[in-house]
């Protein structure tokens, strides 16, 4: 297990008793996608026979750079693997075997980031399945801890969220409505905290899925969050002081900046992936 195991949706070592004093500079690594197995999947069923070894080697270069540069925590945006979850309603063609190997290597690889460094890991849709579902998620947290939580990390707050039930609840609508609850509950003890002690906290928040990849005014799209539900979202999140947004998902580096009204602002910041690096198209969509 990743030592970043959030239970009750709290982190042990990262918790407001130990970190949610004053405020001191800190960095940390953000990644996403390793997605062990993408490579292979665009080749023909028949000729999928090279596995994951140059995912995997680019997985143990980044572990290797999160060692050399001792962050205060490093944090995996989702899509850990890249073969589906069979347990997703209406996925066939799942090959249990690679799926298992995928996860057992990706876990092995990525334990070997020092100990001393706190290590999340978020789900993607490639972990949960596009329609999750109770048992998918369930499977996840049994790995990797829980799906949604928050922490802090000397005096700023983040929150992780699962992104994929804002994607798609379809077989998921009362675990989507127990974040949805947590996270009304979150904003408004983060925005209680920096009103009644006169200092502005800063709010960080992690997913797989961006909000929007570019724009936050640009359409729906596979990379992206409904636009309606999007803007509701950003707006309670700017007034509650997030300041940045950090997910993976599009394969390449990406992101914008959200304002809303009152002129206070929000950074997206789309990460390019561990694995897989997708081209643009020239005149394809986003």
Same mark, same amino acid.
């Given at each position: 297990?990743?030592?970043?195991?959030?239970?009750?949706?709290?982190?042990?070592?990262?918790?407001?008793?130990?970190?949610?004093?004053?405020?001191?500079?800190?960095?940390?690594?953000?990644?996403?996608?390793?997605?062990?197995?993408?490579?292979?999947?665009?080749?023909?069923?028949?000729?999928?026979?090279?596995?994951?070894?140059?995912?995997?080697?680019?997985?143990?270069?980044?572990?290797?750079?999160?060692?050399?540069?001792?962050?205060?925590?490093?944090?995996?945006?989702?899509?850990?693997?890249?073969?589906?979850?069979?347990?997703?309603?209406?996925?066939?063609?799942?090959?249990?075997?690679?799926?298992?190997?995928?996860?057992?290597?990706?876990?092995?690889?990525?334990?070997?980031?020092?100990?001393?460094?706190?290590?999340? /890991?978020? /789900?993607?849709?490639?972990?949960?399945?596009?329609?999750?579902?109770?048992?998918?998620?369930?499977?996840?947290?049994?790995?990797?801890?829980?799906?949604?939580?928050?922490?802090? /990390?000397?005096?700023?707050? /983040?929150?992780?969220?699962?992104?994929?039930?804002?994607?798609?609840?379809?077989?998921?609508?009362?675990?989507?409505?127990?974040?949805?609850?947590?996270?009304?509950?979150?904003?408004?003890?983060?925005?209680?905290?920096?009103?009644?002690?006169?200092?502005?906290?800063?709010?960080?928040?992690?997913?797989?899925?961006?909000?929007?990849?570019?724009?936050?005014?640009?359409?729906?799209?596979?990379?992206?969050?409904?636009?309606?539900?999007?803007?509701?979202?950003?707006?309670?999140?700017?007034?509650?002081?997030?300041?940045?947004?950090?997910?993976?998902?599009?394969?390449?580096?990406?992101?914008?900046?959200?304002?809303?009204?009152?002129?206070?602002?929000?950074?997206?910041?789309?990460?390019?992936?561990?694995?897989?690096?997708?081209?643009?198209?020239?005149?394809?969509?986003?």
């Amino acid at each position: 297990r990743p030592r970043g195991f959030a239970r009750g949706r709290r982190l042990a070592g990262l918790g407001r008793e130990e970190h949610g004093g004053h405020l001191k500079p800190f960095f940390f690594v953000q990644m996403a996608d390793p997605q062990l197995g993408m490579e292979d999947s665009f080749r023909d069923r028949a000729q999928q026979q090279q596995g994951w070894g140059k995912e995997l080697e680019l997985l143990r270069l980044a572990v290797e750079e999160v060692n050399r540069l001792r962050p205060a925590f490093a944090i995996v945006c989702g899509d850990l693997i890249n073969e589906w979850p069979a347990e997703e309603s209406g996925r066939n063609g799942v090959d249990e075997g690679a799926r298992q190997g995928q996860d057992r290597d990706f876990k092995e690889a990525i334990q070997k980031v020092h100990a001393d460094i706190p290590l999340l /890991c978020l /789900c993607g849709n490639h972990d949960i399945g596009n329609r999750p579902n109770a048992i998918t998620i369930r499977n996840f947290v049994e790995s990797f801890g829980d799906d949604y939580f928050s922490f802090w /990390c000397h005096g700023v707050k /983040c929150l992780v969220v699962n992104s994929q039930l804002w994607k798609d609840d379809t077989d998921a609508k009362e675990l989507r409505q127990e974040m949805d609850r947590w996270l009304d509950a979150e904003l408004a003890e983060a925005a209680d905290g920096s009103a009644s002690s006169g200092v502005k906290r800063p709010l960080l928040v992690f997913s797989h899925i961006p909000p929007f990849v570019f724009d936050p005014d640009e359409k729906d799209e596979y990379f992206n969050l409904d636009l309606a539900f999007r803007g509701r979202l950003l707006q309670r999140l700017v007034a509650s002081g997030a300041t940045a947004w950090f997910c993976g998902h599009y394969h390449r580096n990406a992101g914008g900046l959200y304002r809303d009204k009152q002129g206070r602002t929000l950074e997206v910041v789309v990460t390019g992936a561990v694995g897989v690096q997708i081209k643009d198209k020239e005149g394809g969509e986003p």
